[in-house]
């Protein structure tokens, strides 16, 4: 400011905050040796309305006395008489009537030493290109306007706010870096409960309102709020959003280049700040035309097979015929992924049209009036998931959950109070209220439901589906459904490990005098298998058919794949292994259903250690930090065999809890909690969970994660006589031993390897590693590649962190 130039045009588009801007300037101090004067020209100034504005502001600042019709000529002869320097700022240059006069403004500024003119306008006007071409100009357009974080925080300053980098970085990023949005947003913003920055939309919305409702903003206006509706929006979309081609070429101009829209792979989208002020905007100011949006963009989603974003423009358009399609068609998938919007859908819709969709009132009635994943797991526990055990229907009451202990056993009476029999809640009669073909079709959906949690790796979810659709089947003497329903609920529990009660669902499901569906003709000879193979019984795995096998079955034969080659790899058969992983290369993990990518790579993982490929192992869990129980046996184990003791340790300390209701996992968590306790020191906490681990092999009969670790480990802490020494050597357990490798041990990096270990912690370069140890840079990587090797890593980050873990660094 200390040198501002003859001229300075701001150009930008209303709102942007070009006027707060200049009087910031004005302000700021930096310019208070100088007499400034503001003129605001009002729509369709004259040009001889300019300069007689200009001449009452030189008045008003004392430069000159009033004459009776002043003109440039006058204004002039003023500025010829300056004694100091003057900066004068004409605002909304774009209302004049007549251009012309942009070019005296330009001659004024160079004819003038001590003048300084400031222009602020909308649009492109002469002054843009004469004043560069004139006169020492600066132009400043929406690029230069735009907000950094710093300049934000130097905002939030004034304003009197705090805030924090990343919360004033995603402030800029939500508004596009308008200024006067986000200086709307920050006089809107407060600290949550959890002190986090919450910005209310409100102000936003309310000047994205008063830029929209602009005269000059007539064309514009519709464009812009219809291409936020979408969100993304990609060029395709804009034949559902504009029936004139000329507002279709002005929306692609837009995409292409408005500095609001942030554009990648073919979209382009509003930042979410501002595309939330400008939907509001349309929802308030046009609902019919934002409903109608909303309903084009739903259907046009729908045939893209996008039924997740079809629902959420459909509810916005309270289009409840289309609501009532899309779920019927994606009820499944739409229910166990985004139930929270199948929930809203639900108790929005009206409820006659709920009441005519069978699926619709199972979603109500059976899965969205409870916590499933609670119930399911609160009902496994307490045994409620065997044939002929009355499950509840409706959801659990505070009495029924509290007769639960937190370790899963009932206490006294809990069986009474959770068969209904002591709480009046669970025999209210719902049954008989709804059509005929409702009822009809329950057990069906409750069984495609639950394939749906069983695909989507939730096998405790699924157990209580299936077995819920056995019941309401058998309630309603559909045979053919219930032995459906029985056969997928004893392959749902042969894969938790469950193999006892799976056996029995199997023999239930033999009773009913039907034929088997296709669903059983895979499941059943799956879950012989799945039992078969995890009391270690040698037995031939099920092939599955190869043709005419069901699309929403094809998952199940995939899984039983995986399953015989987690049996061959115990077994030490592991050309299989790879022959089966080969097989699935060709496959799309997009494509795959979850439980199916999460047992491959679990597979993976396996095959890698068993292997001796530690580093592979390690790489191939990289990223894979979540919470279902395939991922964390992988990790626990691969923790185990690195000898990082303490990370195995951690990744198991819940093994107990997983146990009641994933035997198969809680056995390999436990075991593997057992010898890493052990080879720690730590001999109690060895001997209490290999304690656990044979009495849950003795109540399930699972016995295969016995040959996950090493044999030696459990006979150290199991001593001779005990108990469990007896299970160890009985068969099928007496004389196995795991096929992994012995964990790697500390004394397993040479000398050699140590010197550039402890090099690795500098973070040089290998040439320089290599200078210091007088070796060679490639004798550097070789080291480099069998410490990583050894370690079970693929970066020097991960080779220090594990370093560090097995105390092989003293820092």
């Known amino acids: 400011m200390r040198h501002l130039p003859p001229l300075v045009v701001l150009r930008a588009p209303r709102g942007f905050g070009k006027t707060s801007t200049v009087a910031y300037w004005l302000r700021s101090g930096a310019l208070d040796d100088r007499t400034a004067l503001w003129l605001t020209l009002p729509e369709h100034t004259t040009p001889a309305e300019l300069w007689a504005a200009m001449h009452a502001s030189l008045v008003s600042v004392g430069l000159t006395e009033p004459t009776v019709a002043p003109d440039r000529g006058a204004v002039d002869q003023v500025l010829r008489q300056l004694g100091r320097r003057l900066v004068v700022v004409v605002d909304g240059l774009h209302n004049l009537t007549d251009h012309a006069v942009d070019a005296e403004l330009v001659e004024l500024a160079q004819a003038h030493e001590l003048v300084h003119l400031v222009v602020l306008t909308r649009v492109d006007t002469p002054i843009v290109s004469i004043g560069p071409a004139t006169v020492d100009t600066t132009v400043l357009g929406v690029p230069e306007l735009l907000l950094t974080t710093a300049e934000a925080r130097l905002l939030a300053t004034r304003l009197g706010l705090s805030a924090e980098e990343d919360e004033l970085a995603r402030l800029v990023a939500d508004y596009a870096g308008w200024p006067a949005l986000v200086r709307a947003a920050l006089l809107d913003t407060r600290r949550g409960p959890d002190g986090r920055l919450v910005t209310e939309p409100a102000g936003a919305a309310r000047y994205v309102s008063l830029i929209l409702a602009d005269p000059e903003q007539q064309k514009w206006g519709p464009i812009v709020r219809a291409l936020a509706v979408p969100g993304p929006v990609q060029r395709d979309d804009l034949p559902v959003l504009f029936d004139d081609p000329e507002q279709r070429a002005a929306a692609e101009l837009v995409m292409a280049s408005s500095f609001t829209m942030v554009r990648a792979n073919g ?9 939330t002020a400008i939907v509001e905007n349309l929802r308030t100011e046009d609902p019919e035309r934002y409903r109608e949006l909303n309903e084009r963009v739903s259907r046009r989603r729908r045939r893209q097979q996008r039924p997740e974003e079809a629902l959420r423009y459909a509810m916005r358009a309270e289009s409840w015929p289309l609501v009532l399609a899309i779920l019927e068609e994606n009820w499944a998938q739409l229910l166990r992924r985004h139930t929270g919007q ?18 619709l009132v199972v979603a109500r009635d059976y899965v969205l009036d409870r916590a499933v994943a609670v119930q399911a797991e609160a009902a496994l526990r307490g045994g409620l ?6 499950i509840p229907v409706g959801s659990m009451t505070t009495t029924q959950r509290l007769a639960l202990r937190f370790d899963g056993t009932p206490t006294f009476g809990a069986e009474d109070i959770l068969l209904g029999r002591l709480d009046s809640t669970l025999t209210s009669g719902e049954h008989g209220q709804h059509a005929p073909h409702v009822e009809r079709a329950v057990p069906e959906l409750l069984t495609q439901w639950a394939l749906s949690l069983l695909y989507d790796n939730d096998g405790v979810g699924a157990v209580y589906g299936f077995a819920l659709a056995c019941q309401e089947a058998e309630r309603l003497g559909d045979a053919p459904a219930a032995r459906e329903a029985a056969s997928a609920t004893a392959l749902a529990m042969a894969l938790l490990g469950h193999i006892r009660v799976a056996e029995m669902w199997t023999e239930h499901a033999a009773r009913f005098p039907v034929p088997p569906s296709r669903l059983e003709e895979v499941a059943e000879p799956l879950t012989l298998a799945l039992v078969r193979g995890l009391r270690m019984e040698e037995t031939p795995w099920p092939e599955p058919p190869q043709a005419g096998l069901e699309h929403g079955l094809a998952p199940l034969a995939a899984l039983s794949r995986v399953a015989a080659a987690f049996a061959d790899i115990l077994f030490g058969r592991l050309e299989r292994v790879r022959a089966e992983l080969q097989r699935r290369t060709g496959d799309h993990e997009g494509e795959q259903e979850e439980v199916v990518r999460a047992s491959v790579g679990a597979l993976q993982v396996d095959l ?16 894979t930090h979540g919470g279902d129980s395939w ?5 626990a184990r691969h923790a185990f065999y690195v000898g990082a003791y303490a990370e195995a340790l951690r990744l198991t300390e819940q093994a107990a809890s997983h146990a009641g209701t994933r035997p198969r996992v809680g056995l390999e968590l436990l075991l593997l909690h057992a010898c890493a306790a052990w080879r720690s020191g730590q001999r109690e906490a060895a001997v209490d969970h290999l304690a656990n681990a044979v ?3 003795a109540d399930t009969g699972v016995l295969s994660p016995f040959i996950t670790v090493p044999r030696a480990d459990l006979e150290a802490i199991a001593p001779a006589g005990s108990w469990a020494r007896e299970l160890l050597d009985q068969p099928p357990l007496a004389g196995t031993d795991t096929v992994f490798p ?12 140590m010197r550039v270990l402890r090099e690795l912690r500098a973070g040089v370069p290998l040439a320089h590693i290599g200078r210091r140890l007088y070796l060679s840079e490639s004798t550097v990587k070789t080291h480099v590649r069998r410490i990583y090797r050894k370690l079970g890593v693929s970066d020097r980050a991960h080779a220090l962190e594990r370093a ?8």
């Not at 199948?342 to 699926?359: D, F, G, I, K, N």
């Not at 012995?742 to 390897?753: D, F, K, N, Y």
């Open 695 to 697: 009495s849950i092999a």
């Open 631 to 635: 991922s964390l046996a992988s990790r």
């Open 608 to 623: 890698a250690l068993a292997e001796g490929r530690i580093d592979r192992a390690g790489a191939l869990l990289v990223g």
């Open 342 to 359: 199948v929930t809203a859908a639900v108790q929005a819709m009206p409820r006659e049209l709920v009441a005519s969709s069978p699926r």
């Open 742 to 753: 012995e964990p790697l041990r500390a004394g397993q990096l040479s000398v050699a390897e």
């Open 385 to 390: 998931l065997t044939p002929r055990a009355r």
């Open 804 to 811: 560090r873990e097995l105390s092989l660094l003293d820092d």
């Open 267 to 275: 979209y382009a989208v509003y930042p979410d700040g501002l595309r």
